[in-house]
């Protein structure tokens, strides 16, 4: 195996832990709470829509590195102005944007089997 192809599975498997870890701290609770919230599954049906089409290559697909990329750059950005991954534990009945907005991230990651 030459340098360049671990060097890209080593990305693949950083950003595939990195969404893993957004599912452990956002996905795996707000996917549940869509099951009973209709209101919710849409806002993240929308969230997902957008995010897809600022990730997504040119043949439609979605990278794990590029998705991770977004993540942690909406993260940082929306921590910096005082969101903490905390929040969803209040329940997801009124969550706000960033909440959602990273639970599309989960889900766009599992629907692509990331």
């Not at 969404?19 to 209709?38: C, D, F, H, I, S």
Request: hydrophobic share 55%; with cysteine.
């Amino acid at each position: 195996m030459d340098l360049s192809r671990q060097s890209d599975l080593a990305v693949i498997a950083a950003a595939v832990l990195a969404l893993e870890q957004w599912t452990y701290r956002v996905g795996a609770a707000g996917m549940a709470a869509m099951r009973g919230l209709p209101a919710l599954h849409a806002a993240v049906d929308q969230h997902v829509a957008h995010i897809r089409g600022v990730v997504a290559d040119q043949g439609g697909r979605v990278h794990p590195a590029t998705l991770a990329a977004y993540a942690d750059g909406v993260a940082d950005s929306v921590t910096a102005r005082g969101w903490t991954a905390r929040e969803v534990l209040a329940g997801w009945e009124r969550p706000s944007w960033p909440s959602v907005h990273l639970l599309a991230v989960c889900v766009l990651a599992e629907a692509c089997a990331l």
